[in-house]
């Protein structure tokens, strides 16, 4: 039984890569994106609720058309012993769908854009040349990915042909543990304002100042520090 560093270890394929030391919560970005006042989509995810169950990953996956082995979203898991019990660690990963997108600026036709009415950054795959500037720009490796039957780059966008209709991803929709809460930040009376001001809530790799707009709520400093991928192998899988 790994603890729970080693299993960190082996969650980001090998090693522990912890790219600068910056450890701080979320509170920064969060109150950078309130002073703008404008309407911004989030997600919130408490890892003390999810149960590893994929039942994100296979809806995903149905309502946005990719294969088996392309995802948008996943779930990481591992197990790790803690004091004198055993723990099933999962952390679910996507796009941060980031405040500051590093992907944005190297897009060379514009297919990756971030949209001003809800902040959710998109690829249009109309205009994506399949260059793949995106991903090598992008800091959080393996949230990208051609997807094969279109041939351009494809990514988490909170399921934006539901939530543009006042529906919820499917992965908050389906989510059995209801460790996802999705909805705007900047509405004091959303579930999702209220409960980043009762947490306290960390982002992946803060030290990238992309100001991700995924949260969570049960996250270590070490653990938001450490790079993750979807591609890794999966080690451990209920």
């Not at 270890?9 to 703008?36: C, D, E, H, K, Y």
Request: glycine share 8%; hydrophobic share 35%.
């Amino acid at each position: 039984m790994l603890d729970r560093r080693r299993a960190l270890r082996f969650l980001a394929g090998g090693a522990i890569t912890t790219t600068g030391v910056m450890f701080m919560p979320a509170g920064s970005a969060i109150a950078s994106v309130r002073q703008q006042g404008k309407k911004r989509l989030a997600m919130v995810i408490d890892l003390s609720r999810c149960n590893g169950c994929k039942a994100c990953v296979v809806s995903c996956g149905m309502e946005n058309g990719t294969k088996p082995d392309e995802h948008r979203t996943q779930v990481i898991q591992t197990s790790a012993e803690i004091g004198d019990k055993q723990f099933a660690f999962n952390l679910p990963i996507m796009c941060n769908n980031c405040e500051d997108p590093s992907c944005v600026s190297v897009c060379p036709t514009g297919a990756t854009f971030k949209r001003e009415e809800d902040g959710i950054v998109v690829v249009d795959s109309t205009l994506c040349i399949g260059c793949n500037y995106c991903i090598q720009a992008c800091p959080y490796g393996g949230v990208r990915f051609t997807n094969s039957t279109t041939g351009t780059v494809d990514k988490c966008n909170f399921c934006i042909q539901r939530t543009s209709r006042g529906l919820l991803p499917a992965c908050v929709e389906t989510c059995t543990g209801g460790a996802r809460v999705f909805g705007d930040i900047n509405d004091v009376n959303s579930e999702i304002s209220k409960l980043l001001s009762q947490s306290n809530p960390m982002v992946l790799q803060a030290s990238k100042q992309t100001s991700p707009n995924v949260f969570y709520i049960g996250l270590t400093q070490e653990e938001s520090n450490t790079a993750f991928s979807i591609h890794y192998p999966q080690l451990w899988q209920r």
